[in-house]
Structures are given as structure tokens and as C-alpha cells.
């Protein structure tokens, strides 16, 4: 995690901004730079993902990568939002026994990660059971 | 495209080599596979070489040039490849199209990663960056994490078990018993696996492939060629590769590699056979979940089936199908960028008789698979004993 990265990803992981195909209909996040369904026929505009969605498959990690050692254990879910696009989030604030597939989540804002040698906070996206 | 066979093939044990440097392991792998080919140095027109992450690892770069030095084999091209995982895969691919084409006749490939030089929340960060670096691992999604994914939504749609998964690492490291190569030579039990802690749930430490030192490496030749150095070669008859989105979040299922398909397909197509002729294989079981997807999307069992299919022996050194003679990747070890290289070795030793004590007996056709990442890159190998006259 550096600088440039956490501030030029601000519009994505605070408010999960994406793309649409005006061709196709398919959502993207994030966002595409070539819809791989149409590719020159694509249109791609910027949209914001819906904050809703459901848990399509979830993990407790236990043995957390470098940086992320003060979480575990700690949810991670792959989600599918409203509209269809996917979406890799930890999932928070949420009772055990609630998460499990087909459980409906809603997005919120956390902080990431704060081990950036420059001193650099990462905020972003991460996503709660709703009842 | 011209026909092109293995001639030779080295590799060094697969462990934890504190007290060795990853230049001598390349030359203790490279110098083996030029001894056994029965070729000399001068013969080598070119070097390929997978290594995956020797940035993160140990510091060092450039690992194309460095192969050809530390073999003395300057000034022959010499190139570096990386897909993650599967970057060994990916090399042999190469230097197999150097010499179909016609570039090249004779070429050395190797596979190299010397990954216990840093800690292992270290390696975890290195490994991580086979996944999305910005959408995963960011989120602090280990590869484990996204294994565990697929395994979950596996035995969710198939109603697949914790103790089919752990079945997969039994049968690796009975297997791996009688592979002096193999970092874990000992057989575990069921009990043990399902006894030890998860690392990702529902996948524990005993589903997880290790942190290994390692390199291997092999000679492949142009068939004609081939008998002039050695009596019996491996013909190479089909190599396949295939990628997909580098994110889970990409895909559209979660419980099949799309890469792997399309790879499969392909190397049936080249060589012209389907997955009941194939006798024996090497799948990438990085996690135990990746064998069960692997032999299902290589067609040797119908889709949702692997993990019964293991449970009930099947793919047993005994049984239908034999996957991972060798200890596979759980039990022989995974230095990333050797894996796919050292899988193309098992193929060549089962196919010329070499392979001793956990040799098959009918072995004629072998296919190997590697995968890169959590399925982005997939590379298909078939093999079998060079026909036509000595």
C-alpha cells in the first residue's frame, strides 16, 4: 500500500464508483477500462454501485497476511451486489451466526489498513449483515 | 509445428534450504538435467526460466541472465518468465514453442523459488500479489482466503465435506512417502488434518501447500534429434494455456477455473484425445480445493463429484485415475516458479520407468496442470513415450 495508491482509489473505495455498459447492461467494479463483453461496441460510463447486496461465499481468516495481523480473525465475503456486480469485502459488525450465503449486506465505511511507512491511513468499503 | 521431446530432467530436493542460495539450486537442478540428457553445454541454443517472485524473496532480479551464467552457458538468450504460480508451466510453454517453431533445437528450462529467506506473513504479502493486489489483498484477502472462498461455495453447491478436502492431502503425502525429492516424506492422518487450525475456514493448515526452497529442470529437444541423445525421449503432444479475470470477483461461477477449462480443452484438441485416455496426472493442489476443482475441470470426474471421487480413492496411486504420484504440491512442496517444471519431471519419470517405488504400471499417456493465482493463468501438458524407431 503506498500513497498514490490509497488517494488515487478514493472515488472506488469511498463511495464504489465503477462503470456501466450502456451496450450491454453489465456492471463493473471496479471500474473497467474495456467492457469484455462488447469491447469497441462497449460504452462505459461511470456509475455508482448499488450498497446492497448478498453474500455468495464467505471465509474466517485466521492467519492474516502482513499488515492485517490486529484483525484475525476476521470475515472476509465475496458479495454480489443489486445490480449484479461482485465485489471482495471483509464483513464487520455482524453477529457470527448471521453470515452465511445468501445473506443480505450493507455497505459501510471503515478504515483498512494503517501501516503505511509514510503514515498513510486506508479507508475504504467494507460491508455488514443487515437483518 | 514440430514435434518436441524431454531428453533429460534435474531437480533438487524440495525443502527448506536455509543453508544453500538460490543460484546454487538453479545450478544443482540445470547441471542434473545436462547430465542426464546426455547433450553437453554447447548443444543449449537457448534458457527459459519460471520464477515468480525472487524480487520479494531474496532481492534479486533478472533471473534469465543469471540461469545462463550460473550454468556457464553465456552467451545464449536467456529469459525469465512469471505467472504466478504457474510461471514454471508457463516457461516449459515457451520453450516448447521456441523449438516447434523451429527457432530452436535444443533448450534447457527450469523452474526456480527460494522463498524461506523472508517470514512467513512476508511470503504471505509476495504470494498475495498472484490475486488482485487492489481489490483483495488490500482487504486483507490471503491467498488462503481466496481458496477458502471457492471451497466454501463448493461444498455448498455439492455438498462437498471438510473431511473430502482433507482426503486430498492423505493421499498426497502417502504418496510423497516414496519421492526422495519430496519435502514431507511422511504419511498423516485424517484425524490430523481435520485436528489441525484453520488458517481460512473451512480450509486448515493441513490443506495448505508449504513455503518450499526449490528449482528443476529439464532439456526438451526436437523429436527427430531427440534418439541421437538419448534412447527413450518424452514427446510433449500438446501445451495448452489459457487466463481469466485476476480477481474472484471476476468470474461468474466460483466453483470451476474457466482457465483450466479452455486450457484442458485445448491440449485434447492438439492431441487429439479426450480425459479417459489420460492414465495418470500432476494437478496443482496448492490447497486441497484446487485438486477437487482441478480433476473436475479436467474432465476425470463429472463436476461436483471430486471430492467424493478422492474419499472413495479413485484418484489413488491404485486407483482409476492416479493424481499427484509425486506428493503434489501439498506433499512434495510448491517453490512457485519450480512447480511446473517439477510436475513435467513426474510425467517424464512415470512415462520412462523411473519412477521406483510409486512407479504406475500402465503408464502411456501423463497429463500435467498448473494454475497461476486463484485460476487467472492455467497451463496443460500431455506427455508419452516418443514412438516411431530407435
Not at chain 2, 248 to 260: F, N, W
Not at chain 2, 267 to 290: K, L, P, S
Request: glycine share 10%.
Amino acid at each position: 500500500m503506498t500513497v498514490p495508491l490509497v488517494w488515487r482509489n478514493y472515488p472506488e473505495r469511498y463511495n464504489l464508483l465503477g462503470n456501466f455498459c450502456e451496450n450491454c447492461g453489465s456492471a463493473y467494479f471496479p471500474a473497467r477500462p474495456v467492457c469484455p463483453k462488447c469491447r469497441r461496441k462497449g460504452r462505459l460510463v461511470v456509475q455508482e454501485m448499488p450498497h446492497t447486496g448478498k453474500i455468495i461465499s464467505f471465509t474466517e481468516v485466521f492467519v492474516a497476511p502482513e499488515g492485517f495481523e490486529n484483525e484475525a480473525p476476521y470475515f472476509l465475503a465475496l458479495i454480489e451486489l443489486d445490480n449484479g456486480a461482485k465485489i471482495l469485502s471483509q464483513i464487520v459488525d455482524s453477529k457470527r451466526e448471521k453470515i452465511r450465503i445468501g445473506a443480505k449486506v450493507d455497505k459501510c465505511f471503515r478504515k483498512i489498513a494503517d501501516n503505511d511507512k509514510e503514515g498513510a491511513i486506508a479507508y475504504g468499503y467494507k460491508f455488514k449483515i443487515i437483518e | 509445428m514440430r514435434s518436441v521431446s524431454i531428453i533429460g530432467a534435474g531437480l533438487t530436493e524440495f525443502g527448506e534450504h536455509w543453508e544453500r542460495s538460490f543460484r546454487e539450486l538453479i545450478a544443482e537442478a540445470g547441471i542434473k538435467a545436462i547430465q542426464d540428457s546426455g547433450i553437453e553445454g554447447k548443444d543449449i541454443q537457448a534458457a527459459y526460466g519460471g520464477c515468480m517472485a525472487s524480487g520479494r524473496f531474496i532481492g534479486q532480479e533478472h533471473i534469465g541472465a543469471l540461469i545462463a551464467d550460473q550454468l556457464g552457458l553465456n552467451p545464449i538468450p536467456s529469459t525469465r518468465l512469471e505467472a504466478a504460480c504457474a510461471s514454471g508451466g508457463v516457461a516449459l510453454r515457451n520453450a516448447y514453442l521456441a523449438i516447434a517453431s523451429g527457432a530452436h533445437d535444443v533448450v534447457a528450462v527450469g523452474g526456480i523459488e527460494k522463498m524461506t529467506e523472508i517470514s512467513t506473513e512476508e511470503a504471505a504479502i509476495a504470494l498475495g500479489g498472484a490475486g488482485d493486489q487492489e481489490t483483495e489483498l488490500f482487504h486483507g484477502a490471503s491467498f488462503p482466503a481466496l481458496y477458502a472462498l471457492m471451497a466454501r461455495r463448493h461444498m455448498h453447491e455439492f455438498k462437498t465435506t471438510e473431511e473430502q478436502l482433507a482426503s486430498v492431502s492423505v493421499k498426497n503425502h502417502k504418496n510423497a512417502v516414496n519421492n526422495p525429492y519430496a519435502q514431507f516424506r511422511k504419511e498423516i492422518s485424517l484425524e490430523q488434518v481435520m485436528n489441525s487450525g484453520y488458517v481460512a475456514s473451512p480450509l486448515k493448515l493441513l490443506d495448505c501447500s508449504p513455503i518450499t526452497d526449490g528449482a528443476a529442470a529439464i532439456i526438451l529437444c526436437e523429436s527427430e534429434k531427440a534418439r541421437q541423445f538419448c534412447e527413450n525421449p518424452v514427446e510433449i503432444i500438446a501445451s495448452a494455456q489459457a487466463s481469466d479475470s485476476l480477481a474472484l470477483s471476476g468470474r461468474a461461477v466460483l466453483t470451476e477455473l474457466k482457465a483450466t477449462l479452455a486450457a484442458a480443452k485445448g491440449a485434447y484438441m492438439q492431441a487429439g484425445i479426450t480425459a479417459d485416455m489420460i492414465d495418470f496426472a500432476e494437478v496443482h493442489d496448492c490447497f486441497t480445493i484446487a485438486e477437487i476443482l482441478a480433476i473436475e475441470d479436467l474432465g476425470f470426474v463429472h463436476k461436483g463429484s471430486g471430492g467424493k471421487a478422492t474419499e472413495d480413492g479413485e484418484t489413488a496411486i491404485d486407483g482409476r485415475i492416479p493424481i499427484n504420484t509425486s506428493g503434489g504440491l501439498k506433499a512434495k512442496g510448491h517453490p512457485v516458479g519450480a512447480t511446473g517444471i517439477a510436475q513435467s519431471i513426474e510425467a517424464y519419470y512415470q512415462l520412462r520407468g523411473r519412477a521406483k517405488e510409486r512407479q504406475l504400471k500402465e503408464a502411456e499417456i501423463g497429463l500435467t496442470h498448473n494454475v497461476g493465482g486463484s485460476g487467472a493463468t492455467a497451463v496443460v501438458h500431455i506427455f508419452r513415450k516418443l514412438e516411431g524407431k530407435r
